[in-house]
């Protein structure tokens, strides 16, 4: 059994932070669970370009506020708490902070290693168990 604590993952190499949001990697692909779990904390007025190519993503918001836009077809969806979104087919988007901090909870398959971050196209890289790991900076 794996438990852990957040307050265990604040300030240690599993938080990750960039100007858009921080994310606190609980589950990792280390863990063998064959997903990856976070919490994250998008920023208020905050705009990130996201196209996960190599991943699937859901994200449950948890508090505060924002909005989705697919760059495919300019849908905008707002986010609340209680709002679920996946990113079935590889959602090209733009993620926006509200007004207060989004805190959320994300899953991601393939799970991620713990160090990733958005390139210039958005997209966190694939890392496999034979590759070292990859930090790129957005």
Partial sequence: MIVRNIKDV????DEIKTATWTSRRMLLRKDGM??????????????THIHYQN????????EGD???????????????????????EHDEHWLRGGKE????IC???PPLTGSEVHDD???YPLV?????????IA
């Fill in 10 to 13: 604040i300030g240690t190499k």
């Fill in 34 to 47: 064959g997903f990856s779990f976070h919490e994250t904390v998008i920023y208020p007025g905050t705009e």
């Fill in 55 to 62: 991943h699937f993503e859901a994200v449950y918001v948890v």
């Fill in 66 to 88: 924002g909005e989705i836009e697919t760059i495919a077809d300019g849908k905008k969806y707002k986010l609340e708490p209680g709002v679920m979104y996946a990113l079935n």
């Fill in 101 to 104: 901090p989004m805190r959320v």
């Fill in 107 to 109: 899953v991601f398959n």
């Fill in 121 to 123: 196209k958005g997209v």
């Fill in 128 to 136: 496999t168990e034979d590759e070292p790991e990859i930090k790129e």
